[in-house]
């Protein structure tokens, strides 16, 4: 595919600036550019014209009547399949926020620049576009190839299985755990992650089985690991939505025990969910598993709405901060700010940080200079088989 059988929308309210971004199009060959002097023109023409016929918005921010934020939400409500480009003077840090909110509503967004854009940047944005690369819709999309039932039946064929990732204590620099993730290891599409089946299963109501069958093997494996010498701990998630169910504690340090497996080497990482219903029973089933000796993380610290007072009410004993956080933290100041703060919060609250998402080495060195705790991320490894992790082990975490 190339810009000439690409339909362009530019949205823009200063006249010689629209001209400007139709002419840079025309000159990557585009034929079909359509031009909107500000939000309500733009959605006018995205009405009148088939839901299709646009592939590309390059939207301002900044117009009268309406802008380019309101002219998002509109596009995101109305599950508009156009790809946007936001062009903008606002400042880095607000153009950071508003691809976050772009990428709240659901819309596919291609990138935000700041005004003036030039040929190479558009040539590039448009590049992205054809190979496909636009995050957001593209994880909705993954997650609509599987139905519940597809789901149901891979679990009863039992094709559900953990993958590994390594954690590192930073101090050592040595494995010291790792955390288990769900995959589908699907006959025909291969390995599947969670995105495409833990949605679904939340809001069926139906995390249980996964959470169990996840648990069972995890702590088998923990069990055989340590057998061979690797006193490592193991990391769980577990939806707050299978917390409302008041036996679950002791379902869970029943299969772990039975295991032969002491609930100090699991590690529970619950994520905050805004479908919590029962409090009072996640805080008895989060309280009790303390009780009996299990690890407790708040996975994903500094997103969602609660996490502050989830750390004042649940006896946590590590923090784990969030990866949206870690990555860019040798480039970002307020995120680096953010990561620094959580990470004396845990020292102060005497639990252990946490740093996920660890890309580079930059990051670690950077973590490392804040004394973090463990890390884990694709700079250490990426998740891997049971097999695959106990070859890691075996060559000592390398
Ligand atoms: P999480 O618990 O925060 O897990 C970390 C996610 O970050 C994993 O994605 C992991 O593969 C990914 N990751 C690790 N290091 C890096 C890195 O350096 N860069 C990047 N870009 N990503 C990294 P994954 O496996 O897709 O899991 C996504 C989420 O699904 C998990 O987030 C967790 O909330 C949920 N999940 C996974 N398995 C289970 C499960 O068995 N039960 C429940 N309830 N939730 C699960
Ligand atoms: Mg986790
Ligand atoms: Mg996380």
């Keep these: 595919m190339i810009a000439s059988e690409l339909n362009f929308l530019v949205v823009e309210d200063d006249d010689f600036q629209r001209r400007i971004v139709v002419a840079m199009l025309r000159s990557l060959g585009a034929v079909e550019v359509q031009e909107a002097g500000n939000g309500r023109q733009a959605l006018e023409i995205l009405h009148v014209a088939n839901p299709r016929s646009v592939d590309i918005v390059l939207c301002d921010m900044d117009m009268p009547e309406m802008d380019g934020m309101e002219f998002l939400r509109h596009l995101g409500q109305e599950n508009n399949t156009a790809a946007v480009i936001i062009l903008s003077m606002l400042e880095r840090v607000l153009l950071v926020s508003v691809e976050k909110m772009s990428e709240a509503y659901g819309v596919k967004l291609l990138g935000a620049v700041e005004k003036p854009i030039t040929l190479v940047q558009l040539e590039a944005l448009i590049f992205r576009y054809e190979r496909g690369e636009n995050r957001v819709r593209q994880s909705h999309g993954v997650v609509q190839v599987f139905t519940l039932e597809e789901i149901r039946q891979g679990m009863k064929a039992e094709q559900f299985e953990p993958y590994f990732q390594p954690k590192v204590d930073m101090k050592k620099g040595r494995l010291m755990g790792a955390e288990a993730l769900a995959r589908w290891i ?14 679904l299963l939340e809001k069926a109501r139906e995390m249980d089985e996964l959470t ?11 069990r055989s690991l340590q057998d061979k010498g690797h006193s490592l701990a193991i990391s769980i998630n577990v939806s707050l939505t299978s917390l409302t169910d008041i036996t679950l504690a002791d379902r869970v340090t029943q299969t772990v025990l039975g295991a032969g497996v002491d609930p100090r080497d699991i590690v529970l990482e619950v994520t905050e969910s ?10 008895e089933n989060l309280a009790r598993l303390r009780m009996h000796g299990f690890g407790l993380s708040i996975d994903d610290f500094g997103t969602g709405y609660s996490s502050m007072q989830q750390l004042m009410r649940i006896a946590f004993s590590e923090l784990k901060i969030d990866q949206s956080f870690v990555k860019n933290i040798a480039h970002n100041e307020a995120m680096r700010i953010m990561v620094e703060s959580s990470i004396g919060l845990a020292r102060k609250l005497k639990v252990k940080s946490v740093a996920e998402g660890v890309e580079t080495q930059q990051d670690w060195e950077v973590l490392k200079s804040l004394n973090c705790d463990i890390a884990q991320g694709y700079f250490i490894a990426k998740p891997m088989s049971l097999d695959a992790f106990m070859d890691y082990c075996a060559g000592g975490g390398e």
């Design 186 to 199: 699907h006959p025909k599409c291969g390995v599947i992650a969670p995105c495409a089946f833990i949605p």
């Design 212 to 222: 169990f069958m996840m648990l069972e093997k995890s702590v088998a494996a923990c």
């Design 274 to 283: 805004a479908a919590m219903t029962n409090v009072a029973h996640a805080l």
